[in-house]
């Protein structure tokens, strides 16, 4: 089984917000979104969800026109089609537009839907888009292109309309608990700092023309991010500090002093793996937000208490379904105090 890449992107600027609203549209808004740890950019597509594993993909093209006609549509799908029609295994194809026009919708108020949702008058254009766009392109060879091959294939594609401000789409990552929400500024600025991380794996190498034999390997060009840098860039942000920035927070040095010199080096390398765990574990990450609110919250509330005060206050319910020790904790504890005071 063979891919070759072709038709990879530069940036383009224009459409670079509707990218990375695609990509927090893969990360949080999908029954199976915390199955896609990585965001691989401009390699099969404008942007591919892939498992832990590499191995199942949820291929996306994305665009920012707001009102996209029929036959505008058909022309949009012409690389997810190529994917369809490579040797290479993707699992769904996803269109994300920033609109469509008032032809396309049985029912306008649905902004996520499948080829049922759509006029049969619209399809038929959608067709002829899709026809045309694929005659224009060398990689694709248009001569053995068939109806019932088409109809496979839009029977399979999702679309999805952007209905959200980029704002919502960061806030999200940590809507369940609204106290530790950021302003709307710093939500943009978030979004902004994901926008340039996934504009920036464009330009990592040349991958035109590439040829690899499984999905996995497209992991070697570095051409992705991952759910777990997005999730520490947002918590960095909030807490005013990177978490694992190099330097022993101010308020862990007087538990780390207590521990023999010799051992010092140890719990604080065993502090950091505790915090990469809790942070990282997809299967709790709504346990370690809820602790963190918690956390967050009464240092807020309590600016003067000191580790052990701060710990002794915390929901034992969050603690106990955390990945930390107590002393992990007190470590993680101070990375916040130190971080919002």
Sequence with gaps: ?????????????????????????????????????????????DLTGMDKMG???????????????????????????????SEMKFSYFLLFMGGVSNTVRLNNTINIFDISNIKPEAINKIKEGLLEESKEKTYIDHHSITDEEINTFLGKVQFIIDDKKPSEYVK?????????????????????????????????????????ETSSEALDFCHHLTSSEIKLLVLGRIINRNPFDKGLPISFMSTLNRAP?????????????????????????????????????????????????????????????????????????????????
């Design 1 to 45: 089984m063979a891919y070759t890449v072709t038709s990879s992107e530069r940036l383009r600027p224009s459409g670079a917000e509707y990218e990375t609203k695609a990509l927090l549209y893969l990360m949080n808004f999908r029954n199976d979104s915390n199955d896609i740890y990585f965001f691989v950019v401009d390699f099969f597509n």
């Design 55 to 85: 191995t199942k993909l949820w291929d996306m093209q994305s665009k920012g026109a707001k009102t996209t006609s029929p036959k505008a549509i058909g022309k949009e799908l012409v690389t997810l089609f190529k994917n369809f029609r």
């Design 261 to 341: 010199e010799e051992k010092r080096r140890s719990v604080l390398e065993d502090c950091q793996i505790a915090l990469s765990r809790a942070l990282f574990n997809k299967n709790r990450a709504d346990d370690f937000w809820s602790l963190f609110e918690n956390i967050y919250s009464i240092i807020s509330s309590n600016p003067h208490d000191n580790l052990n005060m701060i710990l002794s206050k915390l929901d034992n319910e969050f603690v106990n379904r955390s990945d930390f020790d107590a002393i992990s904790l007190k470590y993680f504890i101070s990375i916040v105090k130190d971080g919002i005071q």
């Design 172 to 212: 999200s990552i940590v809507n369940v608990h609204p106290r530790i929400i950021p302003n709307e500024d710093t939500l943009n600025a978030i979004f902004n700092e994901i926008r340039d991380q996934q504009s920036s794996k464009k330009n990592i190498g040349v991958v035109e023309n590439i040829t690899i």
